[in-house]
């Protein structure tokens, strides 16, 4: 625990304070980036690139080697990777706009193609530059334990120049994502906004390569913005968060990774965004778990109490227990079921509201405020006093008395 | 004889206008020839159309007739397979901040993480740029298109919350946000309450007063006469267009629904019109 307490606070040493603000990076340019894929709901075909990189991966290791280099060259393998990726993601998209399969059959296609490939590829590394193995599995799970100085140098250059692109493109990718033809109206090109995007998203499963490994990227591009869309509405909101989410795991698992070096980076990044996933899912304010039971729960009681005071004005016998109990719990009933004092009153005022709205709705039916009816929402909300009196005297004492 | 000695100068009255506009480079919208296909059908075939400046138009025909093709295409959203589309006597690229779309609002999902005043401020990115940031002058001028549709209180509400007519109501905000002068709207009244519908009718007929040219595509056939100066009946091939008086007839319809509508049902269309 101490080990990982350090690493949080950066004393764990050079090469995990490295670590650490690297993943911070990639975290914030995938949440960023994810933001844009999730709201396009293309968020699978993060996926088919990200699967895709091992075939380039293998292939640009082996011309290294073949050319005298040294095959771990990781800007060597970053080119290698988004070269393949992009040859599979322009493959998606050939396949969804010129056959007749849709774009999900086609990234199930593409995504274990390439991969099965990449495989294939490995296993032919292993036994061919036995000596030198160069530890290429590590990009499927994500290492960050032998980072070096100039890797992370690559991976804060790349994570800057995402984060500049992401500026650049947002309100046009917030256009095609929510509307692509009215942005084509406004002579947005769809298309190439379209191209950019997963241009974004090649640049962070590159670089994500190293730390989260190519199997778990597409957790980091969609998982921030999932759990950010439960607490905003707002695009701009949506994206800061995110990036948020996504920075605070990287950096957090990194931590994780350098007090327990067994425990492989990526998987752990991946928990802990996935921890504030559940906790967002759980606790945000509007759209969260609880929130929502609570707002069901109140209004459930709003509607028997609304009903059992009619019943009590109407002088109608009450069954449902819920009600029974709703209405002793105010101190409308009392245990023997009968009204007492602030009951009565609490029954007759439901009963003239009842009345009130009914002129309402045949006076203002124009207007929205008319439309607002649906037996829960107090009257005083809605009209003014001067509105509600003219209403009483329409309605003249046909009703009884109003506590 | 005398009525209808009157009503047959006007027609030609109203011919020779047309014809004028036709030579007028100016005109709204001028498609000639255009055919859309999706596949190897098409979904217009041919169509010459002329719309002309400062009238109300609606565009009529049944399901699958290609009404909304025919506005994607002049829109320039989807692609043509031959003919050509001239707005104000230009290619549509040229002359795109003079157009505004209302598109049918099923066609986006209102779960989208947006307010109604983001929505309206899309309207506004073309001539703020795809960059800058929305200061307060923005923001008046998206209250001010919201206010003009009933929809001002509404402006901080989620999106998601909206009732149909009030979506409606708020791409038609963002529209007017565009400012443009030529409006074509798709089924803008599809599926929204009598108070919307009003609320609608009223923007386009100010719209329309002001000198702009609105066109929309219009399936409830009963309110035709009375909402729109001009139609432009069409099936796959334009059955015909001009003013709603002369253009929007028993035998036009015939021709544009086929059997599909009684003649007592036409009957019943023909009335309001004077």
Sequence with gaps: MEGFLNALLLQ????????????????????????????????LVSDAAAHATLPGICLAFMAMVAFGGDGRNLTGLMVGSAGSAAVALVLVDWISRETRLPEDAAIGAVLSVFFGFGIVLMTVIQTMTSGRQAGLESFLLGSTAGMLFNEAVTIAIAGAVAGFLLLLLHRRMTLVAFDPEFAATTGIDVRATDLATMGLVLVVTVIGLKVVGLVLIVAMLIIPAVAARFWTERVDRLVAIAAVIGGVSGYTGAAASAAYPNVPTGAVIVLISFGLFAVSLSFAPVRGVVASVYRHVRFQRQVHLRQGLLAVARGEPIFDGLTLKILRFAGHIRADGVATLSGRAAAAKALRDEARWEVARETHQEDVSGARYDGLTAIETVFTPDEIAEFDRRIGDRIGVVA | MRNALQGSIEVVARNGEAAHAAISPNLPLLIEGLTVSYGEKPAI???????????TIAIVGPNGAGKSTLIKAALGIVPRLSGTVRVFGQPIEQVRGRMAYVPQRASVDWDFPARVVDV????LYRTLGFLRFAGPKERQRALACLDRVGMADFAKRQIGQLSGGQQQRVFLARALAQDADLYLLDEPLAGVDAATERTIMDVLKSLKNEGRTVICVHHDLSTVAQYFDDVLLINVRKIAEGPVASTFTDGNLQKTYGGRLAGAHIEQLRLPVE
């Design chain 2, 120 to 123: 309206v401020m899309m309207g």
């Design chain 2, 45 to 55: 075939f041919s169509i010459d159309a002329r719309f002309a400046a400062g009238r």
């Design chain 1, 12 to 43: 764990s040493g050079y090469n995990a304070a490295l670590v650490g603000i690297g993943a911070a990076l990639l975290g914030m340019a995938a949440g960023g980036t994810g933001t844009f894929i999730f709201l396009r709901k293309r968020s």
